[in-house]
């Protein structure tokens, strides 16, 4: 079997559908089954018309509706010509339009929209989108079956971001999804999203359906899981931002894991873990460009061409720092710390290297900056006044930049390097990773600098 995973662009429009039909047709002897995510830009006007409910903008809400229903709308009449098919498809799309106008019509009325609700509303996206997959493949003369990802995928219930029951899902997928594949049948299955045990939906975060195609492509021992997108496959830094980013052909699970975890968008971080498991090799592929082999991600890549491989950043971080003359030798500060944090739900992304015992900082995303700071208040209130703490310090919006490599820490200059090009580029770094592992090395920006702090490190190590 051979898992295929489709990505937003990849079933964004017609040419890229034809594509898609294109690409299952040429592996169908692979046994393929495929998982999609919803037509490009959908989740985001899912969610933003929420908000749009929410405020009770009834207009804005029903034009977003009336757009979203075109655009499937225009697919079936344009890819579908057998009627049946077509007016079949039209009706489920038109009953999923219905019920999500039911859900905003009860944001609106109740004034309430939790994560639980906005799960429930963001689902469609991939619903239009597979059911219109599967009829399309049907229409080429492929037996292709839509598959409801909520019948066969657990997770708990913390919506938004929900954690996979891997016992229950596992055996639910094989047993639902090897039968079909061996009468010859293709299943399309939904990515991104999944249901609690009590049948509630759930999704398993932003840009999850990665993450769904290796949890499918895991359950039912593919042979490899293909991530198709609209890059030729990871390359040295996001293209779209650096002159010069190159393809890589082959990287490890764990250099992919890290690149990922700091900012690599072309792939979900937790993706790798199903494969890791089942030692599946995953491959990036180009759907614009099918030919080219794309970036292989395995346990062990055969050819490792420089120790620095991809240069990545984040934005819309904030630094904390607590500092004090007081906190010098005092111990349980940090715990306090990460205590109070987590009690607060506020997600710390890295711990900077303190330059000195009397300041403890560390990154979390700028949206919970003050929250956590507020927090850290009150659990040091006694202390601040006590002059223990000065004070607790935001700064806001930073970037985490980071070079990501197998073997870096072994291969003494690149650090050099790396903080060489930082100071020609004129940038300051306000702070640096603290433990970082043999993967990486990362260090605090301003926001406004990360960007050209990404272009100088890149061409320190890729520029001829
Ligand atoms: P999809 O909709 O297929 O899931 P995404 O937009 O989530 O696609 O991911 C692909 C995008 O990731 C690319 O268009 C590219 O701009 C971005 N990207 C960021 N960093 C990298 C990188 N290191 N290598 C390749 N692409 C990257
Ligand atoms: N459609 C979802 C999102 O936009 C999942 C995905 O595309 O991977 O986040
Ligand atoms: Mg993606």
């Known amino acids: 079997m051979l898992?295929?995973?489709?990505?937003?662009?990849?079933?964004?429009?017609?040419?890229?559908?034809?594509?898609?039909?294109?690409?299952?047709?040429?592996?169908?002897?692979?046994?393929?089954?495929?998982v999609a995510s919803a037509m490009s830009?959908?989740?985001?006007?899912?969610?933003?018309?929420?908000?749009?409910?929410?405020?009770?903008?009834?207009?804005?809400?029903?034009?977003?509706?009336?757009?979203?229903?075109?655009?499937?709308?225009?697919?079936?009449?344009?890819?579908?010509?057998?009627?049946q098919r077509r007016a079949a498809l039209i009706k489920e799309q038109q009953e999923s339009i219905d019920e999500l106008t039911n859900l905003y019509h009860g944001v609106s009325l109740l004034r309430e929209l939790s994560p639980r609700s906005l799960d429930a509303i963001a689902?469609?996206?991939?619903?239009?989108?597979?059911?219109?997959?599967?009829?399309?493949?049907?229409?080429?003369?492929?037996?292709a079956q839509f598959i409801d990802s909520r019948t066969i995928i657990r997770t708990d219930d913390n919506f938004g971001e929900a954690s996979i029951d891997f016992i229950y899902s596992n055996a639910a997928i094989n047993n639902a999804l090897a039968p079909l594949v061996q009468k010859g049948i293709v299943p399309v299955v939904t990515g991104f999203i999944a249901s609690t045990e009590d049948g509630i939906t759930t999704t398993i975060g932003r840009s999850g359906s990665d993450y769904t195609g290796s949890i499918v492509g895991a359950a039912v021992n593919s042979e490899e899981i293909w991530i198709w997108t609209d890059v030729d496959g990871v390359m040295t830094a996001d293209p779209r931002f650096v002159k010069g980013a190159k393809v890589l052909s082959e990287i490890s699970y764990r250099e992919a894991a890290e690149m990922s975890y700091f900012g690599a968008k072309v792939i979900h971080p937790k993706t790798m873990v199903p494969a890791i498991e089942k030692k599946i090799p995953i491959r990036i592929k180009n759907t614009f460009n099918p030919t080219h082999p794309g970036t292989l991600i395995s346990a062990k890549p055969k050819s490792v061409a420089s120790a620095a491989k991809t240069v990545?950043?984040?934005?819309?971080?904030?630094?904390?720092?607590?500092?004090?003359?007081?906190?010098?030798?005092?111990?349980?500060?940090?715990?306090?710390?990460?205590?109070?944090?987590?009690?607060?739900?506020?997600?710390?992304?890295?711990?900077?290297?303190?330059?000195?015992?009397?300041?403890?900082?560390?990154?979390?995303?700028?949206?919970?900056?003050?929250?956590?700071?507020?927090?850290l208040r009150e659990e040091f209130s006694v202390d601040i006044a006590k002059k223990i703490i000065d004070d607790v310090l935001v700064k806001e919006p930073v970037s985490i930049v980071a070079v990501v490599g197998e073997g870096m820490i072994g291969s003494k200059g690149i650090a050099g390097k790396t903080f060489d090009a930082v100071a020609k580029a004129d940038v300051n770094v306000i702070a640096i990773a603290q433990g970082s592992s043999e993967l990486n090395i990362s260090f605090v920006v301003e926001q406004p600098d990360a960007k050209k702090t990404v272009q100088a490190v890149h061409d320190a190590f890729y520029k001829n």
């Open 123 to 143: 689902s469609f996206g991939e619903i239009l989108s597979c059911r219109q997959i599967a009829a399309i493949l049907q229409e080429s003369g492929i037996d």
């Open 41 to 83: 830009g959908v989740t985001n006007i899912l969610l933003d018309t929420s908000q749009r409910a929410l405020e009770r903008k009834t207009g804005e809400v029903n034009n977003a509706i009336t757009a979203l229903r075109d655009k499937h709308l225009h697919i079936a009449n344009t890819l579908i010509q057998d009627y």
């Open 312 to 375: 990545t950043s984040i934005d819309n971080l904030a630094i904390i720092s607590i500092e004090g003359n007081g906190m010098i030798g005092v111990p349980g500060v940090s715990g306090r710390i990460f205590s109070a944090l987590a009690r607060a739900q506020v997600n710390v992304m890295m711990i900077s290297q303190a330059s000195s015992e009397h300041n403890v900082c560390f990154i979390v995303p700028q949206k919970d900056c003050h929250t956590g700071a507020k927090t």
């Open 3 to 34: 898992t295929m995973k489709f990505g937003g662009t990849s079933v964004g429009d017609v040419p890229r559908l034809q594509e898609v039909v294109a690409i299952v047709k040429q592996f169908l002897d692979k046994q393929p089954v495929i």
